[in-house]
């Protein structure tokens, strides 16, 4: 099945220690969003690819990257996490996040980041 | 930037019974609305969206319905199930971007008890 899959579902990490998440994709979907999401909260958006451009929110953290080597993956960096991080990490995708007929996203399951 | 708030923050039902949560945006650009359901474990599920040349959309026991006057739109699940416990978001597009990006509400926690 077609699906946006994230790796591992669980991290452990140590403060300032440089972490890496991981999303791949099989919908072929040009655009793929990271998402933040802290305990009782809504999804924050952090930044998103179309194709290779990279588009950041203007409030994200520089603590925060992110790279597309090919259409299928993403990855997130967190170059010194702090315990402020620790959340779950939504990856999402979509065809074409500019059009009105294609921009539904289809979320990943998450991976939760614990720093301690 | 767009504003989106839900309400209420919890819903408790009993099984068979209506649930109703709303929303409410402030950019009147907006115009696409999705509802996710999130559940532990399953990351966010899209149960059902709404574009804003519409006014109501319904999937078996599911609807949303579309004010753009009012900027406000809702969720209706009629003859709720245990299996609807969830924490469900709604969103909306932020109008003055060109890709999508979707303002979420701070979330519903919906129990439904058997």
């Known amino acids: 099945d077609a699906m946006v899959i994230q790796n591992p579902r669980y991290q452990v990490t140590q403060f300032g220690k440089p972490v890496t998440l991981s999303c791949s994709q099989t919908l072929n979907h040009n655009v793929m969003y990271w998402y933040q999401q802290k305990s009782s909260q809504a999804p924050k958006l952090l930044f998103h690819?179309?194709?290779?451009?990279?588009?950041n929110e203007a409030d994200t953290p520089d603590n925060f990257q992110s790279r597309r080597p090919n259409t299928s993956f993403c990855f997130l960096d967190i170059r010194s996490p702090g315990l402020g991080d620790a959340a779950m990490y939504l990856c999402?995708?979509?065809?074409?996040?500019?059009?009105?007929?294609?921009?539904?996203?289809?979320f990943g399951p998450g991976t939760r980041l614990t720093v301690l | 930037g767009e504003n989106v708030e839900q309400h209420p923050s919890t819903l408790s039902v009993q099984e068979g019974d209506s649930a109703v949560i709303k929303c409410t945006y402030s950019?009147?650009?907006?115009?696409?609305f999705p509802w996710y359901k999130q559940e532990l474990g399953k990351g966010s599920q899209l149960i059902i969206d709404?574009?804003?040349?519409?006014g109501e959309k319904k999937d078996q026991r599911i609807a949303v319905t579309l004010n753009k006057t009012a900027k406000h739109f809702s969720l209706h699940i009629t003859e709720t199930q245990p299996e609807d416990s969830a924490v469900y978001f709604c969103a909306a597009t932020d109008g003055g971007t060109s890709y999508g990006k979707l303002t979420f509400g701070q979330g519903t926690i919906l129990t439904v008890h058997p």
């Open positions: 999402a995708t979509s065809r074409d996040g500019r059009s009105l007929l294609y921009n539904e996203q289809f």
């Open positions: 950019d009147s650009a907006s115009n696409y």
């Open positions: 709404i574009r804003s040349n519409v």
């Open positions: 690819y179309y194709d290779k451009d990279f588009n």
